[in-house]
């Protein structure tokens, strides 16, 4: 990963990390009030759709389809296709932003929340669809052709726009949730149309065509043939965050932002560390599958696996252990007092506790993805949308919004285990071997992590006693920083008893890395 790092990884880190300081703001002008829950309840809404007709469904069957047609070479055709997607995807998401917008006094009765409130934010928002649309479409075809530093900087300005645009407006709408919702607009203008002079920069050209034509475009058939099976997943994954969010509002005030205050912590996590090692190793198993190398297949998935939990556990471990200082040092200020606080720790817990299943999930896809076998993934993921509402639905009434993040991390772990074992059924050689050797990886790290905890579980108090005069912020930190240095000279104290492969071999990656750079 360090080898294969480079501009747009570190584009992402800083997206991820103005994704931190999005919640930060939102929580210091909103906290986890009734004012908050109407905010993420509204963009919740659009945010559904997002994810169906942009984002995922667009990699799966844009990126394909265009790719094969690009490569024929036939600049009409390929305009004629561009032209027809644009013409088809604007026409969708334009009756549905359109519906979105008159239907909204209705759609937010379902939701427990202050509805007058809830409804405008809705309307203000469901523009936003069209733009991320947009946005979607164009980095579709710059991925296409390998070009990826664009779509890099778009979340960084659509982050920038949604922090500034509160400061910007303050209180000139009438409370900073609709100063919010108009930075999410104007991010998403940004987000789409700051790769649009990449495009233009890379010779393509399209616009307009009649509805007949664009839906008879032979391309345009082909999406909509690859995009049936990739909507179905999405769409039972995102009705699974629709009830999480039903009963995450029923659960009380401010259950809702204290399960987006706490997701964003743990997919801070999973962005930096985990997405980046799936797209690395997409490739090179796809390349091993081709050639039907399964030595060097397993190899790779064996070192993905451990290399991933390598991260996430002791990381899962410590924030768990350490919760209340992460909560505090990052959200506490403004509106987001104690019982803000409180609620999102005890939410963060649970979903932290999770956190190696999810980014599991993350590494084994593309094992099925590089054998042509999308499948797999999408009906492991249909399982576990039922399980995650039935969970939800029984532990939300004794543990209120922590039950629903438990639900979470508890369905994350079906679905582990049925990729697990469809995996070992695949029939590859030493399939069961890697697998086998990824449990008992994750036991003892499992292990090495909770006795590097043990010492930190009795510091903390200490700690917090001895800084309480110093205030929240910077008591927290130092908290943090005593903690985790604790904790790591432990943790990589046993790593190196235990002359742990995968620990050495990261140690070996920087050290050729400093020698390379040197030279």
């Known amino acids: 990963m360090l080898k294969e790092g480079g501009k747009l990884s570190l584009l992402t880190f800083l997206s991820r990390v103005l994704g931190l300081v999005r919640q930060m703001t939102m929580a210091a002008f909103m906290g986890t009030g009734s004012l908050a829950d109407a905010y993420n309840v509204a963009f919740t809404l659009p945010n559904f759709f997002r994810r169906l007709f942009a984002e995922n469904s667009m990699t799966a069957a844009f990126i394909p389809t265009f790719t094969g047609i690009n490569r024929a070479g036939d600049v009409e055709e ?6 027809a997607t644009l013409t088809v995807l604007l026409f969708l998401v334009g009756i549905t932003v359109a519906l979105g917008i008159s239907l909204a006094p209705w759609i937010v009765r379902l939701f427990p929340t202050d509805h007058g409130e ?3 934010l809705t309307q203000i928002m469901f523009p936003f669809l069209a733009l991320v649309a947009l946005a979607a479409l164009f980095q579709g075809i710059l991925n296409s052709v390998g070009i990826f530093t664009p779509t890099g900087i778009s979340p960084i300005l659509f982050n920038v ?4 645009v509160p400061y910007i407006l303050g209180n000139l709408l009438g409370n900073p949730a609709r100063a919010m919702a108009v930075g999410v607009l104007i991010g998403g203008l940004a987000q789409a149309f ?4 990449a495009v233009l920069k890379a010779g393509y050209r399209f616009g307009f065509v009649s509805l007949r034509k664009a839906f008879r475009n032979p391309g345009m ?5 690859l995009i049936a099976p990739t909507i179905l997943g999405i769409a039972a994954y995102q009705i699974n965050i629709l009830a999480s969010t039903f009963l995450a509002a029923g659960s009380g005030t401010g259950g809702v932002s204290a399960l987006q205050y706490s997701l964003r912590l743990q997919e801070f996590v999973l962005g930096v560390f985990v997405v980046s090692l799936g797209t690395v190793l997409l490739p090179d198993l796809s390349g091993s599958a081709r050639s039907e190398d399964w030595k060097a297949f397993e190899a790779s998935l064996g070192r993905g696996l451990q290399a991933m939990l390598l991260v996430t556990v002791p990381v899962a471990v410590y924030s768990m252990l350490v919760g209340r200082d992460i909560v505090t040092l990052l959200y506490r200020r403004a509106e987001f007092g104690e ?20 980014a599991m999930n993350r590494v084994m896809a593309p094992a099925f993805y590089a054998r042509s076998d999308t499948k797999t993934p999408t009906w492991a993921g249909l399982i576990s949308v039922p399980i995650n509402v039935l969970l939800a639905f029984f532990l939300v009434g004794p543990l209120k919004a922590p039950g629903i993040a438990l639900a979470l991390s508890g369905a994350s772990a079906v679905n582990t285990l049925i990729l697990f074992g469809a995996y070992w059924r695949s029939g590859i050689p030493g399939a069961g071997a890697t697998l086998a050797r990824a449990g008992a990886y994750f036991l003892k790290l499992l292990g090495f992590s909770v006795l590097a905890g043990v010492p930190v579980y009795f510091l903390r108090p200490l700690l917090a006693a001895a800084l309480r005069g110093l205030g929240d912020s910077l008591g927290s930190g130092l908290s943090l920083v ?6 790591g000279a432990i943790g990589i104290g046993l790593l190196a008893l235990s002359r742990d492969s995968m620990a050495l071999a990261v140690v070996g990656a920087f050290k050729r890395r400093g020698g390379g750079k040197k030279a």
């Open 118 to 120: 809830t409804s405008l």
């Open 221 to 225: 058939r082909k999406v909509f043939a």
């Open 78 to 83: 390929t305009r004629d296709f561009l032209s």
């Open 194 to 197: 700051c790769q649009l002079p």
């Open 161 to 164: 726009c949604w922090i500034a």
């Open 339 to 358: 019982e803000s606080v409180r609620l999102t720790t005890q939410v963060f817990f649970w979903h932290m506790s999770g956190l190696a299943f999810i």
């Open 482 to 487: 005593a903690t985790a240095l604790v904790f």
